[in-house]
């Protein structure tokens, strides 16, 4: 979906070092969502926020932080990066509860 | 936690065929689901949504079902195409309106 945009598209890096992974929407919406996927295993919640002042945990935060700068604008940190958070990293958004969610095409993240 | 899973992790049908792609949810607090279609290197698209109020949906060559009674969904794609070999996996709310849980997929391949 071209009005979910992420940066990078791919990364490779090192244990340790902090990695910041970008989104951005043209679509208005005020929910945005991180998820990783995993070969084999459905898309697992990281992060979500309704609007700027709300962040909320999914089921695995550990390991990871957000920031909502904007309501188009939605970043994920991995603060110190280790070899198994390498996986797809997904940003998506909705506009209300009970609406789908609309999807950037990824992230693909390498850590060594 | 909720479990949304697939009967078939692959399946393989030839071209101008119907696909059926099956899917339990185990939550019967679920009122809205969505099936997404995920081509190699994109993220998940919208394909089809259906209320907990309604047992059949149909869109263009897609029709989904839903059975309240044994808590399955499932997706028809009528006569499959090559566009449609990906990865489809389907989504459930739980009880909970501001998430969705994800099943792992089921990848169609269409054979020529």
């Known amino acids: 979906d071209a009005d979910v945009t992420q940066t990078p598209r791919n990364r490779i890096t090192k244990t340790g070092k902090r990695i910041m992974l970008e989104c951005s929407q043209t679509k208005g919406h005020d929910r945005m969502y991180w998820y990783r996927q995993d070969p084999g295993l459905g898309l697992q919640l990281i992060y979500y926020s309704f609007d700027v002042k709300d962040i909320n945990k999914g089921e695995i935060s550990d390991g990871y932080s957000v920031s909502r700068q904007a309501q188009a604008k939605f970043s994920l940190s991995l603060e110190s990066a280790i070899p198994n958070q390498t996986a797809l990293y997904f940003c998506a958004t909705s506009g209300q509860a009970g609406q789908p969610q609309h999807f950037g095409d990824g992230t693909r993240l390498s850590i060594l | ?112």
Not at chain 2, 10 to 33: M, P
Not at chain 2, 46 to 54: A, Y
């Open chain 2, 1 to 112: 936690g909720e479990s949304v899973g697939l009967h078939l992790p692959t399946l393989s049908v030839q071209e101008g065929d119907n696909s059926i792609i099956n899917c339990a949810y185990s939550n019967s607090a679920s009122d809205y689901f969505i099936w997404y279609k995920q081509e190699s290197g994109k993220g998940p698209q919208f394909i089809i949504d259906i209320r907990s109020n309604m047992d059949k949906r149909q869109g263009q060559r897609v029709t989904v079902l839903l059975n309240k009674t044994v808590k399955h969904l499932s997706l028809q794609i009528a006569a499959t195409q090559p566009g449609d070999s990906a990865v489809y996996f389907c989504a459930e709310n739980g009880d909970n309106f501001n998430k969705f849980y994800f099943g792992s997929g089921t990848k169609l391949n269409v054979k020529p």
